[in-house]
């Protein structure tokens, strides 16, 4: 356990005040809070004000953990954010952010992996500091889902929030050790849950307009599946390549889209006790895609007191298809 290993040592989240509850969705769609709450456990979630973007939120929850992390803005040598939801195309929300937050004139780029992009984003920050690259990575998760869900879409409109998730990777002596991280991806089922239009294969038209291709579409059956078989298998892998059994895991934190999918995925490891697999943020956030599993790890470590040497697998699976897992360690 050298000093270089890559570690989390400050985190933070940010989510929007308004509050869209099932109730509140009844009254936009043909649903009811009880098909709500049953097929995906969710009760509310959270929608970003009008004027408050992407980068908004990600500077809110990126200040959080910078300070969590008993640094300042100063200190951080690079900038990933993770978004399928950026303020433009171009230039990258990242940018947007090291000028929200006044940091210094460092490399700043995005990551696109849907909702595995939290863990993708670990994966870089980890490389990125164990081979002495840059000290400091900041990495931000930050979702405006509602700009891209279409409200009249029951299927969909009822499963996506807002909000944002920051940490900071460094190799100082305490914090989460990352221990191992496994990714993987299958374009071969990229047409299950995509935003169609506005990228180079239809540009925004008065045709993509009036067709609604600007908004998310998905094959939520199918996916559910792949979600389900995806994330035990990167769970399973990353414990294999940091050397452990399902017994040396403490905390499970499976991608926040569905409580069924969490329950399914907390069935494969049978000797945690049921508070020890986190889904809170499923019921109070919904879906929030690359968030997900960031603001679930920072309210995990601010609700629940987590030991030295206790282990926290996440696990997250999303749009590409991309998934992921990693194990993190209280050190
Ligand atoms: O973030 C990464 C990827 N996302 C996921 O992993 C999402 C994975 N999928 C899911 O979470 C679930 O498949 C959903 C929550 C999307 C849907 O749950 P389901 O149990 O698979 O429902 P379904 O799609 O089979 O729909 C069942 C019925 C349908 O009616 P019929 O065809 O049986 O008459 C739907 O039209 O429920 C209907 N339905 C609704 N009813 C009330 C669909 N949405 C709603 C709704 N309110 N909001």
Redesign the pocket.
Same mark, same amino acid.
């Given at each position: 356990m050298g000093l270089n290993k890559a570690k989390i040592i400050g985190m933070g989240s940010y989510l929007p005040e308004k509050v869209l509850s099932n109730k509140d969705l009844e009254k936009i769609v043909e *649903? *009811?809070d009880e098909? =709500?709450v049953t097929? *995906?456990g969710m009760k509310e979630r959270r929608i970003a004000g009008k004027n408050e973007y992407t980068s908004d939120m990600g500077a809110k929850a990126a200040l959080k953990a910078i300070e969590d992390a008993k640094l300042s803005v100063g200190d951080i040598d690079c900038i990933l954010v993770a978004t399928l939801t950026p303020d433009y195309t171009f230039p990258s929300t990242a940018c947007l952010i090291q000028k929200k937050i006044g940091a210094g004139m460092v490399p700043a780029l995005d990551i696109q992996a849907a909702?595995s992009g939290y863990i993708y984003g670990l994966s870089i920050a980890k490389a990125f500091v164990e081979q002495n690259i840059y000290r400091n990575v900041l990495l931000v998760a930050s979702e405006k889902l509602s700009s891209i869900v279409n409200y009249k879409d029951? *299927?969909t409109c009822? $499963?996506f929030g807002d909000g944002a998730a920051a940490s900071v990777i460094s190799s100082s002596p305490s914090g989460f050790s990352i221990e191992s991280i496994s990714l993987g991806s299958d374009g071969f089922q990229a047409d299950l $849950?995509q935003l169609p239009a506005g990228g180079s294969v239809h540009p925004a038209s008065f045709e993509t307009v009036a067709k609604e291709m600007h908004y998310i579409s998905m094959n !939520?059956?199918e $996916? #559910?599946k792949h &979600?389900v078989r995806r994330m035990e298998q990167a769970s399973k892998a990353c414990l294999e390549k940091a050397n452990m059994k399902e017994t040396d895991i403490s905390w499970l934190i499976p991608?926040q &889209? +569905?409580e069924r =999918?969490i329950d399914a995925i907390a069935k494969r490891f049978q000797h945690l006790l049921k508070e020890k697999v986190y889904k809170e943020v499923v019921r109070k956030y919904g +879906?929030t895609?690359a968030s997900s599993v960031g603001i679930a790890l920072d309210e995990l470590k601010k609700n629940q007191k987590i030991c030295l040497n206790e282990t926290v697998l996440l696990t997250a #699976? !999303?749009a590409g298809l991309t998934w992921g897992g990693t194990i993190l360690k209280s050190v």
């Open positions: *649903t *009811t098909w =709500i097929r *995906t909702c029951r *299927t009822v $499963l $849950l !939520g059956k $996916l #559910f &979600a991608h &889209a +569905n =999918i +879906n895609s #699976f !999303g």
